[in-house]
Nanobody
Framework: QVPLVESGGGLVQAGGSLRLSCAAS????????MGWFRQAPGKGIEWVAVIFGDGSETYYTDSVKGRFTISRDNAKNTVYLEMNRLKPEDTALYHCARDKGWSDGSRWYPAIDFPSWGQGTQVTVSS
């Protein structure tokens, strides 16, 4: 399984925006839910968002609801994370990965597929 490749990170002022991209290879991309995760310095991995394989459903962690949007283009084997109204606490290394989790209808329970874990892209938000 080929790791995913993230891009689009950078340094931005609080209130600004960034769009992250995650490129995958293979013919089965649309079969999998895809998630974005982040890890701030000295902290554990935090799940951010997930999108179903066909793009029909999305879930977000509470801290990014209304500010971040996850989307995917299965023809390009790419998943995106549009981040608006960024805050300093969004500063982290952002990773995408296949998400093998599940939903009870109201919330998502993530499960990272670590073989697909990429190097990540750094997002730094200055105050």
């Amino acid at each position: 399984q080929v790791p995913l490749v993230e891009s689009g990170g950078g340094l931005v002022q609080a209130g600004g925006s960034l769009r992250l991209s995650c490129a995958a290879s293979g013919r089965t991309f649309s079969s999998y839910g895809m998630g974005w995760f982040r890890q701030a310095p000295g902290k554990g991995i935090e799940w951010v968002a997930v999108i179903f394989g066909d793009g029909s459903e999305t879930y977000y962690t509470d801290s990014v609801k209304g500010r971040f949007t996850i989307s995917r283009d299965n023809a390009k084997n790419t998943v995106y994370l549009e981040m608006n109204r960024l805050k300093p606490e969004d500063t982290a290394l952002y990773h995408c990965a296949r998400d093998k989790g599940w939903s009870d209808g109201s919330r998502w329970y993530p499960a990272i597929d670590f073989p697909s874990w990429g190097q990540g892209t750094q997002v730094t938000v200055s105050s």
